[in-house]
């Protein structure tokens, strides 16, 4: 019931236009809501993951103010029968660890929420009443960053006029489950108190006393329940956070909300990664997928984010996907798999999704951003037998037959879809540049007459049948069909646009911005229905940038982001509506990173120590920065544009503390860089 109230109220939320976001930026990394805002009652749910553990906070605020928690934990290496994609053990856990807590033996009511805060952590400030005296309580809420754990911080400061002796009942919880059900056997949770006795506390007037819980889950066969050092899990927490929102890949921008929520998706983006028996492996989550990777999560959407924010975590699971997809590739050039599960054990995907183009452009690119020719020898099998496959399934118009795309059949894609053409496009021209870096290594792959003017040949080829075979107008507007036969508006119309083409690009940013396809979460993903997904709205900012239209890119960016950010479900952008009620997937925060970097700034790989700028500047920006990137080069590098007194745009390049060079260009003009 709880769900299904839940899942009402953002039905209603995504029906009104807000005329006041309910959130507000107060950090470089982190928004609050003050109570006051906003109508009552207010739900939400917010995912956070640590490497053993992923937990979905679902939390609320009532009529009266008071707070509401429900924990929906997930725990990846525990495994479920049957062991499918579906399978990490997913226990629930609604325990309020302050129940029965009282101030002089009498017990505490009343209580108001006040503030909300997200930063990596959810905290809640409170005011409670007991003893005809104040309080206020702090709740803080993480994933431990190492252990198979969730941890809570408690605080309570007595905020009246009197002398109060607070206490708090002892709680020890454990959950068992059947040992017929779990793939290692019987599985625990244990919720507890780290008191083991009922807590108490004497607290003068503007004294402050502090608790911890733990929720922690293990397999009863071969593991134990360990102790937990709440502070140290939050320091680890915290620093983890800094680490990958603050001094990596920061942005800066006039405008605090895109900017703000650029910092905070590095910080989604980056969580879902788990340990794995193969090796650390990034899933979407969304109490839904883990220990699992797929060719467009992971190796489309993230893993080519993962160069350029330098996180370690990142580039190893991004290595992992690619490892183990080696294993599948094979003489006979038949379908990979989409999804490899169950930590690498096995497999899924019953027809071809486009998935070899996903992987060819998301592997090529990445290890140009890597500038590592000791990976880019290990991965290139991988991208060379992608390219292949593909060329082998140009149909009769050039184009790149597959049997569906990412959507797997959800909405019709016909025999050949320009998402997979598009992809694979873009994968040979990555590929041409990776292979003029590997000239004289000792590359080995199923095909050994590859070479870079081939690859370079094939590209503007499949250029001229994209737009050949897709090129149409739909809906009035001069546009892309997505298939042969399709006559309404889709929202993977963008997809060229993201891969330098730009043949159609003004009836394709009117047809993305018209009342048939833009709604405020962003296009639907075709005209007349009600579905979307935020993946490729993502896609489409992505190409408005890139194609020049900056204006109008930002104008449309800016909505966007303050009702993912600042809105009634925060504060990251989703996987899709109405299927699966707004999840916080984790790649597309790394889609909405890559707006910035490779629209906006129009960064392209060329090379391990080269890349092309294709800026844009909107006309009310005058200036913005990406510091510490730390694709192609060895150490990192900043970026920064500003606009001259004659229009035009200073283009600074930094690295080691030194300006490397300044270019002075027109917007939209590219330029070569060496680093």
């Not at 769900?3 to 209603?12: D, V």
């Not at 990445?366 to 000791?374: A, H």
């Not at 833009?518 to 190409?543: A, V």
Request: hydrophobic residues 35%; contains cysteine.
């Amino acid at each position: 019931m709880k769900n299904i109230i839940f899942f009402i109220s953002f039905l209603f939320a995504l029906t009104l236009q807000a005329k006041e976001n309910r959130w507000t930026v107060n950090g470089p990394h982190s928004v609050q809501w003050e109570t006051s805002k906003g109508e009552l009652p207010y739900t939400d749910h917010i995912e956070m993951s640590g490497l053993r553990a992923s937990v979905v906070y679902y939390w609320g605020v009532n009529e009266k103010k008071q707070f509401t928690m429900d924990r929906h934990l997930v725990f990846p290496m525990l495994r479920t029968i049957p062991n499918n994609t579906h399978a990490s053990w997913m226990p629930r856990c609604d325990v309020n660890f302050l129940k029965g807590m009282t101030a002089n033996n009498r017990y505490m009511s009343q209580e108001e929420v006040k503030t909300v805060t997200i930063n990596g952590l959810l905290s809640v400030l409170s005011t409670i009443k007991g003893d005809g005296n104040e309080f206020e309580i702090t709740r803080s809420y993480f994933p431990s960053t190492e252990q198979a754990a969730v941890c809570e911080i408690y605080s309570i400061k007595n905020v009246g006029n009197k002398k109060e002796t607070i206490r708090v009942p002892a709680l020890y919880q454990v959950h068992t489950t059947n040992e017929e059900d779990g793939t290692r056997g019987s599985y625990k949770l244990v919720a507890r108190t780290e008191f083991k006795e009922t807590f108490k506390e004497t607290l003068e007037p503007g004294e402050i006393t502090f608790f911890y819980c733990t929720i922690q889950a293990f397999a009863e066969a071969d593991e134990k329940e360990i102790a937990l050092d709440v502070m140290e899990e939050s320091n680890s927490r915290q620093v983890f956070v800094a680490n990958v929102a603050k001094w990596k890949l920061s942005f800066e921008c006039p405008d605090e909300t895109i900017q703000t929520l650029f910092q905070m998706s590095k910080i989604r983006a980056s969580e879902s990664i788990f340990y794995t028996q193969n090796g650390l492996m990034h899933a979407p989550g969304g109490e839904s997928y883990y220990a699992a990777m797929w060719c467009n999560d992971q190796a489309e959407y993230v893993n080519p984010f993962f160069p350029f924010l330098g996180y370690d975590k990142g580039n190893e699971s991004a290595m992992t996907t690619w490892r183990c997809y080696l294993k599948y590739i094979n003489p006979e050039y038949k379908f990979v798999p989409w999804s490899i599960i169950c930590g690498g054990d096995d497999v899924f995907g019953p027809f071809d999704r486009g998935d070899a183009a996903m992987l060819a452009y998301g592997a090529s690119r990445y290890c140009l951003e890597r500038g590592d020719k000791e990976i880019a020898q290990e991965v290139w099998p991988l991208i060379e037998w992608c390219l292949e496959y593909c060329h082998r399934k140009l149909n009769q118009h050039g184009v790149v037959a597959s049997d569906a795309d990412e959507l797997e059949g959800r909405l019709p894609a016909g025999d050949a879809n320009l998402c997979t053409s598009s992809l694979y496009y873009d994968a040979l021209i990555s590929g041409a540049y990776l292979l003029e870096e590997l000239k004289g290594s000792q590359v080995q792959g199923f095909n050994s007459s590859a070479n870079a003017a081939t690859y370079r040949k094939q590209a503007a080829n499949l250029r001229q049948n994209i737009d050949k075979f897709f090129h149409a107008k739909v809906e009035g507007y001069d546009t892309y069909r997505y298939y042969e036969g399709n006559d309404v508006l889709r929202s993977w119309i963008c997809i060229p646009l993201t891969m330098g083409i730009y043949d159609r690009a003004e009836g394709t940013l009117q047809a993305m911005f018209s009342p048939q396809l833009w709604t405020e979460n962003g296009m639907l993903s075709q005209s007349g229905d009600k579905i979307f997904w935020d993946r490729s709205t993502l896609y489409g900012f992505r190409g408005a940038f890139a194609a020049g239209y900056a204006d109008k890119a930002l104008e449309y960016l800016k909505k966007f982001s303050a009702i993912r950010l600042l809105g009634e479900h925060v504060p990251y952008v989703v996987e899709a509506w109405p299927e699966g009620g707004l999840r916080h997937l984790a790649a597309e925060s790394g889609l909405y990173c890559r707006i910035i970097i490779e629209g906006l700034l129009g960064f392209r790989p060329t090379g391990f120590r080269s890349f092309t700028l294709t800026p844009q500047m909107p006309s009310e920006w005058n200036q913005y920065s990406l510091r510490n990137i730390y694709a192609c080069t060895d150490t990192p590098i900043n970026i920064l544009m500003e606009r001259t007194a004659n229009g035009k745009l200073s283009v600074k390049i930094e690295k080691d503390k030194k300006t490397l060079r300044t270019y002075t260009i027109k917007p939209g003009e590219t330029i070569k860089v060496k680093v």
